[in-house]
């Protein structure tokens, strides 16, 4: 009797075991009590289960990183590249994660990839280039759109790498030093527009202060003097020359025919 007793109390001991289970804090256990389904999800910490009725699937809430492998992307003007991206998701519910799809991690990477060829696929090239974030948005709702119903939440979609034909890396190189020269002949174009005006606001002062071409002058003069020069400058009024060019008015008029 005692014997009896005593191996009952073992597998009693061993029931309990296989009856407690111990989650960690990331960790949900979605219960199957007779193959249904039970409403609440049990975890993190002990938590009991009468087995061999109940059985139970561990689901980690924890975020997952996944990378979708490069895939061959045709753009809308006709360009093939090679795009691969990264998928940021987490389990909002375990329970809906299990029940509604038989692989939730391979649904997402299989719905990731479809998505991102088909997005990719509706955008030329300078856009996939030059506007990634817009891009990141458009296929995380429309991932997030797609999970939701399986619990599942997509937090970020990055595209992380663009892969061109060398044709087309020539080519965009070409077109990129294109711009600069265009810039800078624009830049340089402006700066003597710019120049011209100051000339042309300079010219309308002096023309209605002549004394400041005086004052210019004796300026200009005084930067000479300054530097060790052998040049010697000697100034003479204007007037001066133009009173010196011009005949004066008791003149004699030249005799023609030796007359």
């Known amino acids: 009797m005692e014997g ?3 191996v009952a109390a073992i597998i009693f001991f061993f029931w309990i075991v296989a009856c407690l289970n111990v989650l960690r804090e990331y960790e949900r256990a979605v219960t199957f009590r007779l193959g249904r389904v039970l409403e609440v999800d049990k975890g993190p910490g002990l938590i009991w289960v009468f087995w061999p009725i109940d059985k139970i699937v561990r689901v980690s809430l924890r975020e997952l990183a996944w990378e979708i492998p490069p895939q061959d992307v045709i753009t809308r003007d006709n360009i093939s590249v090679k795009v691969n991206a990264v998928v940021f998701f987490r389990v909002l519910s375990a329970q809906k994660a299990i ?12 719905l990731a990839q479809t998505s991102l060829r088909s997005v990719l696929g509706e955008v030329e090239l300078d856009d996939l280039l030059s506007q990634r974030e817009k891009l990141n948005s458009r296929l995380q709702t429309i991932l997030d759109v797609h999970t939701e119903p399986w619990g599942i939440k997509v937090t970020k979609v990055e595209v992380k790498q663009v892969d061109l034909p060398q044709e087309m890396q020539r080519a965009i190189a070409k077109q990129a030093e294109a711009e600069r020269e265009r810039r800078a002949k624009i830049i340089n174009a402006d700066g003597e527009y710019q120049a011209a005006e100051k000339l042309s606001e300079a010219a309308t002062i002096l023309a209605r202060e002549p004394v400041t071409i005086t004052l ?3 300026q200009t003069l005084a930067e000479i003097g300054t530097e060790q020069s052998t040049t010697i400058v000697f100034p003479i009024p204007v007037e001066l020359l133009s009173f010196l060019m011009t005949k004066p008015p008791g003149a004699a008029k030249p005799v023609e025919g030796g007359k």
């Not at 029940?99 to 299989?110: C, F, L, S, T």
Request: aromatic letters at 16%.
């Open 99 to 110: 029940v509604q799809v038989e692989n939730y991690r391979y649904q997402v990477e299989q």
């Open 4 to 6: 009896l007793i005593g």
């Open 216 to 218: 210019r002058y004796l």
